[in-house]
């Protein structure tokens, strides 16, 4: 299930790669006039598991809120946590991960990679829907 989700709630764990894929799916989600890729999200702690170029997107966009998938990530064993070849960490944990959310500091880009056996239909959450009126 899809969930609407305050943006100051979400936790990055990882810095992203560079502008170029931040400007690439802003200018799509311009196009769309929606988000059409939730975010893969922590329940407990509001890290970001997939998605932080969405998640840059959305705050450059001033957005209140984004679409995310919530899941209890330290318990679901559907979803799995390795390195990116050659990022400089031989291995990681999902509690090192949801630390690393709720600290000030962030791995660098691609250091971890999870996999999950859901895959999720697109969706189409329009851009009126993630402000708030004032």
């Known amino acids: 299930a899809i969930s609407l989700v305050d943006i100051t709630w979400l936790k990055p764990h990882e810095e992203i790669t560079g502008v170029d894929r931040v400007q690439e799916l802003y200018e799509s989600v311009i196009e769309c006039d929606a988000y059409i890729v939730p975010l893969l999200v922590d329940s407990r702690s509001g890290a970001i598991l997939d998605g932080h170029h969405r998640y840059a997107v959305g705050r450059i966009m001033e957005l209140d809120q984004l679409p995310v998938v919530l899941v209890d990530y330290l318990n679901d064993e559907s979803i799995t946590l390795d390195v990116w070849p050659g990022c400089g960490i031989d291995c990681l944990t999902k509690q090192e991960v949801v630390e690393m959310s709720l600290s000030k500091n962030l791995f660098p880009p ?25």
């Open 110 to 134: 691609k250091t971890s990679r999870h996999d999950c056996v859901r895959t999720f239909a697109p969706i189409h959450v329009p851009l009126d829907k993630l402000r708030r009126r004032s």
